[in-house]
């Protein structure tokens, strides 16, 4: 499990690694300022993907492996409460809460059947999907 979560942890590194303002040149990003739109629109593409799929990775890892706690949906609920109060007041790119919303999720979801699972997962696969591009289109007005 630990292997997994190392191996789903490293697009979301390498991701944020490219944005970040502090490294020389201000990161990749700041390179493509004079770049035609179509490289920049790659970049931020594959950026987007590649951390989208980290990230959900994470979560359903985080989510599993809470299954095996004691008392997991006591600890989700805090975790919950310590990851709102975190990206609420210190930094809004916390993704704690998220975690602590799929632990809780997959908690009742392990009684659904698989119809309603299905459709559950179609539902947030297009809601995901529509901000991706909701996102990437916001991106190209800016």
Not at 42 to 62: D, E
Request: glycine share 10%; proline share 3%; charged share 10%.
């Amino acid at each position: 499990m630990d292997a997994l979560r190392a191996l789903a942890l490293l697009p979301v590194v390498v991701v944020n690694a490219l944005t970040y303002a502090e490294l020389p040149d201000a990161g990749v990003f700041s390179s493509l300022a004079g770049a035609p739109w179509w490289d920049s629109a790659a970049v931020l593409a594959v950026a987007t993907l590649l951390q989208g799929k980290g990230i959900a990775l994470l979560m359903f890892l985080f989510g599993y492996s809470m299954g095996w706690a004691r008392a997991p949906r006591q600890r989700l609920r805090r975790l919950l409460g310590v990851g709102l109060a975190h990206g609420g007041l210190l930094y809004q790119g916390d993704i704690v809460h998220q975690y602590a919303l799929v632990g809780l999720w997959m908690q009742g979801a392990r009684r659904w059947r698989w119809s309603r699972l299905l459709r559950w997962t179609l539902v947030w696969t297009a809601v995901g999907s529509a901000l991706v591009l909701l996102s990437l289109a916001l991106g190209f007005l800016v």
